[in-house]
């Protein structure tokens, strides 16, 4: 959807809720909204492909929508499907997750605030499938 250059994050499941956990006890995280967004995890949907045809040694034939047509999709889809293509024109055209720096009034980055923890990449992730 776009261009596949808007990052976006990527977390596993496991690793929010080790964040959530390390944060439940900790004063710094008072009254502040934890961010989840591991650098290594913040990519490109192009990156990501890119990940994905090195683990599988082929190059993918890439199709992009651009963001008429998916607005114009968005519109036309039943429920659920407008809700879905919604959050991915968030996400992936928009690049809403990642379009802004946290407000430290506000806000904490949860692998800033716990550098400790090792969090599962995207790239280990997708090892799983090869």
Known sequence: MGDGNPKAIYNKEEDIATYTIKAVDDPRTL???LYIRPPANTISF?????????KIGKTLEKVYIPEDQLLK???EAPVPA?????ICHSVYVKGDQTNFEVDPSVGV???ALYPDVKY???DEYLSQFV
Do not use: G, H, R, Y
């Open 31 to 33: 009254n502040k909204i």
């Open 46 to 54: 192009n990156e990501l492909v890119a990940l994905w045809e090195k």
């Open 73 to 75: 999709d968005i519109q």
């Open 82 to 86: 407008n809700l879905i293509l919604s």
């Open 109 to 111: 980055e949860a692998s």
């Open 120 to 122: 599962t990449t995207v």
